[in-house]
């Protein structure tokens, strides 16, 4: 059984090497032996053979007649730190979305599985686009019939969007914060909402704290929208994907959400 320090222990043995990823890398793919590691890695042979005995002593790989094979638990360190690499380079893609905002209000999960947005593609308003960030979310509203948001503000358009998806026959489920709901829910026609209502179509939850985060679910696609430090919403940088992870970790979100406002 391994304990805490030695799985930290053998995670920063494998980091502090590129040589040793490289090899880990070939290896995970394939069994190998030392001279294509050389040809594949590009990295000469006397590094390559030394880092092979290192990796063979601490038991990370072993040999089979001249071929060398990860050990299981190496698959699963070798996983464990190009997620954690990929997750970095999330944040630092989208420094610009992630920097001098507010995320107290993702979920502890959302934080961990962030490699989930990796597909994602950052949106940003431009001086001749100023409206990009907010056509683009426009555009996913217009083209689903199925809607799960988080709105933390007010924007004119949403009552028309809502009852022209509910017209439709689609379905919506919002999370506002509770001064808002007359302003977004009084223009809807009365029917429309009344039918969707009855039929399950139509569920508002109300928040009587702040929101500090915009996300809504449009069929297959999401977008995800922070606010700054100073409290203001950044209209000017969304997160847009129709990637499948992301769109699982999008629910995941709007569920921690949701539960956060029904207890």
Known sequence: MYTCNEINGNLKFLAQSEIRLKILSELYEKP???RGLVKKTKINYSSVSSNI???????????????????????????TLMDFKRSIDIIIDYGAFWNQHN??????????????LKDSKLIE???LDIYKTHNTTKNQLIESKNVKAIFPYLHPEYPDLIETILKNGGSVELVIPRVLFKAIMSPINDLVKKDAINQGRLIVYTVTNELNLYLTICDDKMSLGLFKNDGSFDQNRILVSDDEKSHEWAEKLFKHVKHMVIK
């Open 32 to 34: 190998e032996n030392i």
């Open 53 to 79: 005995s290192k990796l063979e002593e601490n038991e990370f790989i072993h040999k089979i007649e001249k071929e060398y094979y990860l050990n299981p638990m190496s698959k699963i360190y070798f996983e």
């Open 103 to 116: 995320i107290n209000q993702l979920s502890i999960d959302s934080m961990e599985n962030i490699i989930d």
């Open 125 to 127: 308003t431009t001086p």
